[in-house]
């Protein structure tokens, strides 16, 4: 139901569940696309790598999501098998735009049928098709394309230091740094190599998962 004032009401709780989410970063490189995301691990006896904030979507494709943590695994294996049914009919990797477009089919459903609510998630879909591309796709179902950008918690905080930082051309190194540095700055430098995901999606390598080894050198 549209409220007098044109507003859902539903859609306006979703976003405020992704507000209250972790914060994850994206950021269009020269030649690659790179995914910071920060996961509080909150319960002492958890196991950290199984809390898992970025993943891999296709070769060349990777998404992050802040908000609900089962909508967001949701999704994320809806794309994946929209991806993976694509590359099996034309033997390709599908356009990151398409994807984004799809995702925002899915959560559109979800905004107008009753017995069903909106998807309390906002994500960051990021890979390279012909050139580096970012997109978020928020509980409305719209979608936008980025050359840097945040979601969850820190989204303004975040946007102020990517608007003043940000360079077009920008190295992956330089980004890699300037999303860890933001996160660190959100959280007030209490960040270990478990509560942290880095990936970069690199024209010439694809997806990539940092280890926390390689996690721990950005630190």
Do not use: W
């Not at 979800?110 to 909106?118: C, D, F, S, V």
């Not at 994500?123 to 970012?134: E, I, N, S």
């Not at 509980?139 to 918690?153: E, Q, R, V």
């Not at 959280?187 to 942290?196: A, C, M, W, Y």
């Amino acid at each position: 139901m549209f409220s007098p004032d044109g507003r859902l009401f539903q859609v306006e709780y979703a976003k405020e569940a992704v507000r209250r989410g972790a914060t994850s970063i994206g950021i269009v490189a020269d030649n690659s696309v790179v995914l910071v995301a920060h996961k509080p691990v909150l319960d002492l006896l958890a196991i950290p790598s199984t809390a898992q904030k970025i993943f891999r979507v296709d070769s060349y494709i990777g998404a992050t999501y802040s908000g609900l943590v089962a909508d967001g695994l949701r999704v994320i294996a809806m794309t994946r098998g929209k991806t993976q049914t694509h590359r099996m009919v034309y033997d390709e990797t599908e356009s990151v735009e398409t994807i984004a477009k799809e995702i925002s089919e899915e959560m559109q459903m979800a905004t107008q049928y009753g017995g069903i609510r909106p998807y309390a998630i906002s994500l960051l879909v990021g890979g390279v098709d012909k050139m580096p591309r970012l997109f978020e796709v928020e509980p409305g179902a719209s979608y936008l394309g980025y050359k840097a950008d945040a979601i969850g918690s820190g989204k303004k905080a975040a946007e102020e230091i990517l608007i003043k930082n940000y360079k077009d051309g920008i190295s992956t190194e330089d980004s890699i740094n300037l999303g860890v540095s933001i996160v660190k700055k959100l959280h007030e430098g209490k960040l270990t190599e478990n509560n942290i995901d880095i990936s970069t999606i690199k024209k010439d390598v694809g997806f990539e998962m940092f280890t926390t080894e390689k996690i721990s050198k950005y630190l």
